[in-house]
């Protein structure tokens, strides 16, 4: 038994696709794959399929993780090839090899994320705000929380959560490249980030991307 | 693919992936390369609309095609339909996020009078006029089949073309003939003149009825090409009928998420009140080698971990046995789950009942229909008390605490005796349970009884009788909660405004038409969702329209009216259903077609040929 870690993208139509769902979905194209799985003991074996951090519905990536554990001797490559020959349109496996970083330790992901206006003066008065807003001390944004078993709304400043961002603006589109914290601990959603900037400078896009890139790991290495 | 407009609100709904297509396995070709596009509609939500077999078939009878390309389509839930009536987003099919309205052909399955109004805003939110009348040109044609079409004429105002019984082939030659009048340049109505000369099709606008003083239909007169009776067609030979060599897979879940294989269609019981017993007769079978391959290649491309055998009566199918031996030395091996739903478990063996799924839910399921040995009778359902307890010391002796029965109340001849003997067989079967000295120990049985409401319908012998009203109705479900003396039964009822509904629609005339637009028009659809079925509105409906819903549920028939389906053949004859019906009033039951062939008529459609007398 050797433990794998793929290294998928989601784009196009399967950024709709849940997490949840996506986890279904590898259940049954490592079987479609005929994939040697090791199967977990006990009274419902099943194959062992472990995800790293969620990513939200909507957004595209080049940097999804799944392990997974099989048997016998079938080579990265092939396990690739089985793989992508038998998935759906907008998930692609790109690499695969033995799992070098822990999950746990993720601690920020690097963000694409492009910002389409109405109109160019929206796009540049948002560029122009936005970074004196991040360079500021304070964004502070309501996020969902919990105090105690109680469901409330807490109050986050953005700032503690932004690592690294450039952004920049051509015609009515916004770039935003960004490395925001994530993992299990602390998680800034660039979704949220661009919406509280928006409510602050008082407009609103019109069409919204996120690409995550990359994970990065608390000793600043790339996740692989 | 799909237009930025629709990409924009896809992020402001609840479950968007119901909306985006790209699915694996779903069929994605170059428009500009086909001739014919369709867009089959499913009137309810994705997920109810993907675990249906007929559109797994008929999506590969037309994409196995060059020349055409179905697409799919099912009706968005209300939090997306108010999203694209605020962005002016027209409805559009999942694979290309192309406008239905730009189709040429649009083709809704009926599959449960409830989803009729779910039809008409489908077209509205596609931007299709409703009436066939205001759809001048010769596409986008809309068509409409499924187990409704039967009696099709509360929606014959709206549908260009039915298509009648079994859709493999018919579907297949609808594509042909849209491909050769739209190269051709026919108008409409040169197309329905053509279509409606062929087997399975039905041309509502090529039928005249009259009517009498008293609201009964007078005359129905073909004109046109239109024959006097539309007869239904029928695939002959399931091992040659198209079946999917690939199932798409859902990315999100759907309610039935597995591989299904059709066994055999038709059913050889003759149980009066059931539809699909008659409207798929004659009984054929598909052999259990072409049963086995289906499955193992569906296995293969799909995925999945569970097949379902799926029949009208599982039990029946001849091949039975073999089949499952065979298919059980892979599908244990590769982790496999056989079901096997409307399975008679009383005569089946222990050995095969272990090693199948059917064990392993978690409760056990059996429907005597009706409470007592005399109404089980008059319905011709084939079970006595003796199978119910022995089905139930099956399951307690393996284990089971919870007992699922399945009833019906409202049945022609009914009396309150009858309907106190729901629970009377429910008590029986918890004293069953606390005889048996193997019964497992340290739990309570639980006897769960699912109470619905029976709605006579088209093509079975009880199509003459009165719907029970909605007060006898509630009656006797008083009298069944009352009946009951333990808590260790439960009993569950439908809502006696929605079987109404379903019955005023089911035996319904064309001029019901303009009360399902009313009733749309105020609102009305998802009306087979409880929460969403509003009574009210369609109450307004009939009023405003001047028509007694009464007329159509609740009064009994003569044997000689004419019926509004009359023009339509399903194979089965009335003298036969006439004679069933009077069996019926008389308690006197029809052995099935394996005893006796009960003379129906249907196999006149498949050149006298019935599995029930050649396979018995
Ligand atoms: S033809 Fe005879 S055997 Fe066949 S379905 Fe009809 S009644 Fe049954």
Redesign the pocket.
Known sequence: MRSVRLNFSKTGRAIYISHLDVNRMMTRAVRRAQLPMWYTEGFNPHPYIAFALPLSLGQSSDCEYMDIRIEGDMTDEEIRQRLNATLPEGISILSVGAPVHDAKDISAAQYFVKIIFETDAEASLFCEKADELMKGAELIAEKPGKKGHRKIMKQVNLIDFIFERKITCTGNVVNLQCSLAAGNTNNLNPTLLVETIENCVGIHHKQLYVVRKKLITKNNEIFR | MLSEKIQKILLEVQKPGRYVGGELNSVVKDKDSVAVRYAFCFPDTYEIGMSHLGMKILYSVVNNRDDAWCERVFAPDNDMEEKMREQNVPLWALESGDDVKDFDLIGFTLQYELSFSNVLNMLDLAGVPLYSKDRPDMTPIVVAGGPCACNAEPMSDFIDVFMLGDGEETTDLLISLVKKHKEAGSSKLDFLRDVAQHKGFYVPAFYDVEYNADGTISSVTAKETAPEKAEKAIVSDMDKAVYPEKFIVPSIEVVHDRVTAEIFR???R?CRFCQAGFLY???REKSPEVVEEQCKKLCETSGYDEISLCSLSTSDYTGLQPLLNSMLDWTTKDKINIALPSLRVDNFSDELMEKLAVVRRSSLTFAPEAGTQRLRDAINKNVTEEDVMSTVDKAFAGGWTAVKLYFMIGLPTETLDDVAGIAQLGQKVVDEFYRLPDRPKGKGVQVSISASSFVPKPFTPFQWEPQDTQEMLAEKQEHLMASVTTKKIKISTHTTQTSFMEGVLARGDRRLSKVIELAWRKGCKFDSWDDQFRYDKWMEAFEEAGIDPVFYANRRRDYDEILPWDHLDY??SKT?LINENKKAHESVTTP???I????????KLNGGK????SKA
């Open positions: 038709g059913c050889i003759g007769r004659p009984i194979g089965v036969f099935h077609c394996r006796k062939c009960a003379g129906c008529g249907a196999n019935c599995d029930a007398l």
